[in-house]
């Protein structure tokens, strides 16, 4: 027993410790950049995310120094310990150990697990409370792994409020499945503990009238033009990998019969996603419960180990290079990972981005700058000090609200926003430059793009205030 559980801890820091050699190649990602700026406006909840990654960005930056290394920390730790987790499912649910071992792997080499492992993202604790949740689903229920359930659904509902999503598919499975279990006091005691929990959060939300339905419809809507439903299904194999996605697949029919209330649960997650267009990493988290699941099936069906073994470290590296820019930009570049991974361009050269700017400020000597992209705006808030260029506002996100009150600017450098609206409102605008991106590539949202110089103002910008929100 001892040998089994320290050979899971054992694979799981080298899970950790992988991620560690790994995280200091490569720079800030535009949200890692985000999140350090929701941090440093850290209250109970922002326009579009819970606030407990937020936090832990800056106790990082605040213990260990702002480096894209220090804030990938916890993403590492946390990525780590799901691994862990589903191999305690596993052996929970009676796997061998070359099963609990093949479901860490799994785990380990799925590439949306490896990216929220490698970025400071929302995604690392969401997939740890969910992984963690599972268990208590997955394992016999009794009073006290209610309780422990309720609190990290609270701590969930902290961290991102896609778990909303697992209490409904909870819900449910227990009604279809379970209803025993809805005849004690348990469950709803477990509901309360996580109402308890996520009440600072909701009542922040309730005192700025909910800017988070607002985030969410304008950004499913966004996704319903941008990208097809079919999407959700047929990125799955790429997301998690096509060796792990065909573990989780042998884990569907085992799940139905021995593990019905699970089951349900998957099944209402799809549904959910397909009803709101949901992004296909959304299912990421369902994935360590029906991995483990898969295989305890799978490892009584394999003879020649080594062949597993070398399959599943050969599609680690793979998916690692692809997943995370390890490699040099140019090399990466010439491989063509800049065409098959969008968010290879979102690791651009942020401090960079910010002097192009100052450069174009050079003469201009604005007193504030314009922009309407949150990345480009915490780029100029996290590097703009020592470029001594003018505060930032935006109506981009959480800037939304946090330039709201913003000093009302005669002469500004504008970023995003098209010609017709900065002529609208100043009588001045000139072109004095422009954000490239690597590779001239374009990013979606920061680059490439014109810098304008705008003066004489017909009248106080923030009456069109409403007019510059950009919620992504």
């Known amino acids: 027993m001892i040998e089994r559980d320290r050979s899971r801890v054992v694979f799981a820091l080298c899970v950790f410790a992988l991620h560690l050699a790994i995280i200091g190649l490569y720079g800030y990602h535009r949200d890692e950049l985000y999140l350090l700026a929701c941090g440093r406006h850290l209250e109970w909840g922002s326009v579009d995310h819970a606030p407990l990654t937020p936090a832990i960005s800056n106790v990082l930056a605040l213990v260990f120094g702002e ?27 009676g796997g061998s150990r070359h099963a609990q071992l093949l479901a860490m792997g799994s785990v380990a080499i799925a590439p949306a697990f490896i990216y929220s492992s490698g970025v400071n ?20 229920a009794t009073p006290r792994r209610w309780l422990v359930l309720g609190i990290v659904l609270g701590i969930g509902l902290l961290a991102k409020y896609t778990i909303l999503m697992f209490g409904l598919a909870l819900g449910v499975g227990l009604v279809a499945t379970a209803r025993d279990q809805l005849r004690t006091p348990w469950p709803y005691a477990a509901a309360a503990i996580a109402l308890a929990i996520w009440l600072p959060n909701l009542d922040w939300q309730a005192a ?29 194999p790429i ?23 699970f089951a349900v649960m998957v099944v209402v997650v799809v549904a959910v996603l397909i009803v709101q267009h949901g992004k296909p990493y959304y299912l990421a988290p369902i994935y360590p419960g029906l991995i483990a699941i898969g295989s305890i099936a799978v490892a009584v069906k394999v003879r020649r180990w080594w062949l597993v073994c070398t399959a599943w470290a050969t599609g680690g590296v793979i998916a690692i ?40 400020d050079r003469d201009a000597h604005a007193t504030a700058i314009l922009t309407d992209s949150y990345g480009t705006a915490a780029a100029v808030e996290a590097f703009g000090p020592e470029l001594r260029l ?15 009150e913003a000093p009302d600017p005669d002469d500004l450098i504008a970023i995003g926003y098209s010609l017709e609206i900065l002529q609208g409102r100043y009588r001045e605008v000139t072109v004095v430059g422009s954000v490239q991106g690597p590779f001239g590539l374009d990013n979606r949202f920061d680059f490439p793009r014109r810098i304008y110089h705008c003066r004489g103002a017909r009248g106080s910008l923030h009456a069109l205030w409403p007019l510059l929100r950009r919620f992504d």
Request: hydrophobic content about 50%; aromatic content about 12%; glycine content about 6%.
């Open 239 to 261: 997301i998690i990998g096509p060796l792990s996605f065909a573990v989780a697949c042998c884990g569907l029919r085992p799940a139905l019969r021995a593990h019905p209330t």
């Open 67 to 93: 480096s894209p290394v220090t804030q990938r920390l916890f993403a590492a730790f946390a990525g780590a310990v799901v691994v862990w987790i589903t191999g305690t499912i596993t052996k929970a649910l």
């Open 121 to 140: 993202t929302t995604n690392a604790l969401d997939q740890l409370v969910w992984a963690a949740a599972s268990y208590f689903v997955l394992v016999p």
């Open 390 to 404: 003018p505060a930032v506002i935006s109506g981009a996100n959480s800037y939304y609200l946090w330039t709201a």
């Open 208 to 236: 700025h009238g909910f800017p988070a339905l607002t985030f969410l419809r304008d950004h499913h809507a966004a996704r319903a033009q941008s990208e097809s439903l079919a999407a959700l299904f047929y990125q799955q």
């Open 321 to 360: 290079v692809a997943t995370l820019p390890v490699l040099p930009a140019q090399t990466a570049y010439e491989l063509g990972l800049y065409r098959t991974n969008a968010e290879f361009v979102q690791f651009a050269d942020w401090r960079g981005v910010a002097r192009q700017i100052s450069t174009a």
